[in-house]
């Protein structure tokens, strides 16, 4: 079994952008809490459950990155098994006439990525097969004694979880 990601409680308003719109509590994963995984640290990973050694690894995964920066920035998607698909989108801004709409026009271009449904996460409080391999266990962060003394408490796991996991729809 995988290990709980770790979620805190943060108020907002329901629309950020209105000042009169009521506070409404949401989770996120507790900031600092995740670690990045680079390609040597993968590939350390892979090599302990395969017969590659790392340096093939990392050597087959820069070749990787390098061929779908090539296909990429000819327009063309990359759809990988299992993960998903990336792709580029553009930004642009709008002018009233056709000759002015040239490609100096574009400011910006993004990488995107569109999960594939064989790797879409579900969280394993309320999934219907336990411990299934996409299910994510998450735990709500409950802060020590003297941590909640200087804070001047809130934060600790009192109960109300369904209300907010409804709440996050």
Known sequence: MSTPVTVVRY???????????PMVYLLRQEPRSSK???????????????????????????????????????????KVEGLGTFYITLSNKGVATEEECTVRNIHKVNLRFRVDNSLRLVNDSIATTRNAPNNVVFELYTPKDEDTRS???????????????????
């Open 11 to 21: 108020q907002r308003r329901r629309t950020p952008a209105d000042p009169g719109s």
């Open 36 to 78: 990045t995984y680079t390609i040597d640290t993968l590939a350390e990973e892979i090599e302990t459950v395969g017969a590659l050694s790392t340096e093939d690894v990392i050597h087959t995964m820069q070749a990787f990155v390098r061929a779908m920066r090539k296909v990429l920035i000819s327009g063309n998607r990359v």
């Open 151 to 169: 804070s001047g408490g809130g934060g600790g796991n009192s109960g109300g979880d369904d209300d907010e996991s409804n709440m996050l729809g």
